[in-house]
Nanobody, 111 residues
Framework: QVHLVESGGGLVQPGGSLRLSCAASGSIFSINTVHWYRQALGKQREWVASSPSGGITIYADAVKGRFAVSRDSAKNTVYLQMNSLKPEDTAVYYC?????WGQGTQVTVSS
């Protein structure tokens, strides 16, 4: 069983930045791919990024150049750095590892 916990969400003005964290139980991130998704109110969940360990992270076109995934294997944590945030980035953000999902963290971009 894997337990994922996201954190770092909040309210930020347009153009601002946030860093989300996805902490996992067990040493799994160092050898496996972690994914980020988001779901805006009333919309379907959409894929944001996929980060393979030791590989190249790929991003959705909507966030490419603004978001970046990193990982700290010692802390078994994956981060999603979000810069130049836009109101349309407002959503609940989730991380996923295989079939396991975190509970999500709310990001609101508003002035």
């Amino acid at each position: 069983q894997v337990h994922l916990v996201e954190s770092g969400g909040g309210l930020v003005q347009p153009g601002g930045s946030l860093r989300l964290s996805c902490a996992a139980s067990g040493s799994i991130f160092s050898i496996n791919t972690v994914h980020w998704y988001r779901q805006a109110l009333g919309k379907q969940r959409e894929w944001v990024a996929s980060s393979p360990s030791g590989g190249i992270t790929i991003y959705a076109d909507a966030v490419k150049g603004r978001f970046a995934v990193s990982r700290d294997s010692a802390k078994n944590t994956v981060y999603l750095q979000m810069n130049s945030l836009k109101p349309e980035d407002t959503a609940v953000y989730y991380c996923r590892y295989q079939t396991f999902w975190g509970q999500g963290t709310q990001v609101t971009v508003s002035s």
